[in-house]
Nanobody, 116 residues
């Protein structure tokens, strides 16, 4: 069993910054990719940013140039630095880990609210 524990999030004014962090623990052989997704009420969960074990990254078009994802393979952690936040970035953000062979895990979600 693998657990993903998220930290960060909260309330920030438009134009501000926040950082999210996620650590995976438990029986882990290899994490092939980790990432952050977000989901607004009534909408499907969508990828915000993801990073594979080789450091390759991908971002949603809406966050390119504002968000930066990073990881530490040795510590099984992934972080998301969010700059120039907009009200439309308000969502619940979920950490995701891909362990291969169709095995994936999700964090419990952390609320990010961008409001003045």
């Amino acid at each position: 069993q693998v657990q993903l524990v998220e930290s960060g999030g909260g309330l920030v004014q438009p134009g501000g910054s926040l950082s999210l962090s996620c650590t995976a623990s438990g029986t882990i052989f290899t994490i092939y990719a980790m990432g952050w997704y977000r989901q607004a009420p009534g909408k499907e969960r969508e990828v915000v940013a993801a990073i594979n074990r080789d450091g390759g990254t991908k971002y949603a078009d809406s966050v390119k140039g504002r968000f930066t994802i990073s990881s530490d393979n040795a510590k099984n952690t992934v972080s998301l630095r969010m700059n120039s936040l907009k009200p439309e970035d308000t969502d619940v953000y979920y950490c995701h880990a891909d362990l291969g062979t169709a095995t994936e895990y999700w964090g419990q979600g952390t609320q990010v609210t961008v409001s003045s």
